[in-house]
């Protein structure tokens, strides 16, 4: 059983910069890919970017490449977000999530474990 626990979203002018944490808790928590989708209000839980269990790989969605940092540090089992030239479409819940898997890592039903969100709120 692995628990997710995000932090670190608020209300930030578009533009600015946010940086979200994610802390894992539970064993073997450090093994795992891990994910950041969001959803923004009346649509979908959409994909954001992952990183591999090493984090020897990242992949992001096109909407945030460049803009967007993931990171992790096993040591402190804990993933981050960095999120740079915020826009007011990137206002969403952003949730982590957890997968052994890879190749299917942009697909939400491959991740067992979810944190419960922290919201980011970017105006215009």
């Known amino acids: 059983q692995v628990q997710l626990v995000e932090s670190g979203g608020r209300l ?3 533009g600015g910069s946010l940086r979200l944490s994610c802390a894992a808790f ?5 093994t795992y ?3 950041w989708f969001r959803q923004a ?13 090493q984090a020897a ?9 460049g803009r967007f940092t993931i990171s992790r540090d096993n040591a ?11 826009k007011p479409e990137d206002t969403a ?20 474990y979810w944190g419960q969100g922290t919201q980011v709120t970017v105006s215009s």
């Open 41 to 53: 209000p009346g649509k979908e839980r959409g994909f954001v970017a992952a990183i591999s269990w």
């Open 93 to 112: 819940v952003y949730y982590c999530a957890a997968t052994k898997q890879w190749a299917t890592i942009g697909n939400e039903d491959e991740h067992v």
């Open 76 to 86: 402190k089992n804990a993933v981050y977000l960095q999120m740079n030239s915020l």
């Open 12 to 14: 930030v002018q578009a």
């Open 26 to 30: 539970g064993p073997s928590s450090s």
């Open 33 to 35: 890919n891990m994910a």
């Open 57 to 65: 790989t990242t992949y992001y969605a096109d909407s945030v490449k």
